[in-house]
């Protein structure tokens, strides 16, 4: 049972805007900031979001990142074939003094 | 250009020890805290340990305190991992990743290696 509340899975057409959310606390998205991976099988996980909403150099304008409270949101708008790929969130956990990462959520594109 | 290698990946016995190393190169190593992330089989990411930049402060998950110990040697551009009394469970690809140049408390890990294969089985 991760720490960070992932949906398992989330689908959408090409083109479509799709969204997926990741559940915290007051001890990890409450109190710090929030990153977004994106992992193809068999690679390393690449940043796609940090500190909530900013873009490393290189991530395409269609991904976005949100939060309110103890609740973060990836958004993928103009959904491509290669979007589809696993989408973790991940931050500092206050309590446990360690990071932790969310269940990952599988992207299908239709 | 920003790489970390990692190696020393192997099939280890349950209770036997293995130590993994990361080389990295495109950056300055010594200014940013470096982290293990590791993943069972289709399993999700795990944060295992990170390491100051001078080595003086250092945090592990729970589930490995006591039997892992991370530690550099900046003038060797090096990341390590010891790994002693390991159990089936922490078999997984260990990858190492860059942290933040100021902080521990960040997971940006914009920079990830290949990953290396642990497989504890008897």
């Known amino acids: 049972q991760s720490i960070l509340t992932q949906p398992p899975s989330a689908s959408g057409t090409p083109g479509q805007r799709v969204t997926i959310s990741c559940s915290g606390s007051?001890?990890?998205?409450?109190?710090?900031?929030v990153n977004w991976y994106k992992q193809l099988p068999g690679t390393a996980p690449k940043l796609l979001i940090h500190s909530y909403d900013l873009r490393p150099s290189g991530v395409p304008d269609r991904f976005s990142g949100s939060s309110s409270g103890t609740s973060a949101s990836l958004a993928i708008s103009g959904l491509q074939s290669e979007d589809e790929a696993d989408y973790y969130c991940a931050a500092w956990d206050d309590s446990l003094n360690g990071v932790v990462f969310g269940g990952g959520t599988k992207l299908t594109v239709l | 250009e920003v790489q970390l290698v990692e190696s020393g990946g192997a099939l280890v016995q349950p209770g036997g020890s293995l130590r993994l190393s990361c080389a990295a190169s495109?950056?300055?190593?010594?200014?940013?805290?470096m982290n293990w992330v590791r993943q069972a089989l289709g399993k999700e990411l795990e944060w295992v340990a990170n390491i100051k930049q001078d080595g003086s402060e250092k945090f592990y998950v729970d589930s490995v305190k006591g039997r892992f110990t991370i530690s550099r040697d900046n003038a060797k551009n090096s990341l390590y991992l010891q790994m002693n009394s390991l159990r089936a469970d922490d078999t997984a690809v260990y990858f190492c990743?860059?942290?933040?140049?100021?902080?521990?408390?960040?997971?940006?890990?914009?920079?990830w290696g290949q990953g290396t294969l642990v497989t504890v089985s008897s």
């Open positions: 495109g950056f300055t190593f010594s200014t940013y805290w």
């Open positions: 007051s001890s990890n998205i409450g109190s710090n900031t």
């Open positions: 990743a860059r942290g933040h140049v100021r902080v521990a408390t960040s997971a940006r890990f914009e920079y």
